[in-house]
């Protein structure tokens, strides 16, 4: 009899930088935009992918953390395509959290399906014409009719941080998230865009004229600077919720975020 050949992850090992603390941003966020779907409650022991957590297991410890606050039943397997950084988190698992070895095939024990697959400085990494089948692959893994995919990019220390959310139909959302303290302008997050983006902040795509606008409305809110960033951040936000998509509110808004339609911000398609 001769042994099966065992498939290769898919996808390329890519740099593992990490640190603690980096991705609460979007953790937070992912948190309450899962709560709906938990709350209907089709999965009574829910699922969470942390695919590509790095060279440390930190950001999966942490969405656990994070998403046993919302269900206290919440499991995390963290994905890895580095063998030797699957070997270096095994020690770190515990009740609900388990480190694999894979790629965008997402191998989870009994062909389990994720209500979450979190990609965080993953793609970032690879060419912008592989994002469209990455989506389209991880997005098949997920748990229907609530599963979501979340892509993002942020700095080292998750001060700015932009991620875009995807359903099984395709890109929902884009958020834009950062530390208002340290914001000079808004258009300072566009260096932190998905790699479904950052190539197209350029005049005459949509999301270029989005951080133009949003600069706009930030000078001309400052004024409220005197008060604080964050009146800041709110009043511009509220300003550009008038020609923007804006879909989420003034709760959000307040944390240093900011969540648009994803069709305002997709880029043209050039034939
Ligand atoms: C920059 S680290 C990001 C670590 C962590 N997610 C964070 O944001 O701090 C990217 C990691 O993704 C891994 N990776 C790249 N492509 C992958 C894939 N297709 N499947 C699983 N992991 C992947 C790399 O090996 C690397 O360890």
Sequence with gaps: MTARPVPRPLGNVTRGTTSPNRLRRMDRWIATALAPALRRGHSPRP????????????????????????????????????????????PYERDGLTFLHGGFEVPLPGGARPMLIRAANVLRQYEEAEVAPAWARL???????DGLLVDGTCDEIGRRHVWVAVGPEGPRTVTFAARLASLTAP?????????????????????????????RAWATAAPYGALSARQRWIRAVRSLAGEWPVVDGPQRWRQGEVTVAWSALAPRVHS
């Design 47 to 90: 699922l969470a992918v942390d695919l590509g957590f790095g060279a440390a297991p930190w950001t999966a410890v942490e969405l656990l953390q994070r998403l046993r606050k919302v269900h206290a039943d919440f499991r995390v397997a963290g994905v890895e395509i580095d063998p030797e950084r699957v070997a270096a988190a095994r």
């Design 187 to 215: 258009s300072g997050l566009a260096e932190r865009l998905p790699k479904a983006l950052i190539h197209r902040n350029v005049p005459g795509e949509p999301v270029h004229a989005f951080l133009r606008d949003f600069d």
């Design 139 to 145: 997005c098949a893994r997920l748990a229907a009719p």
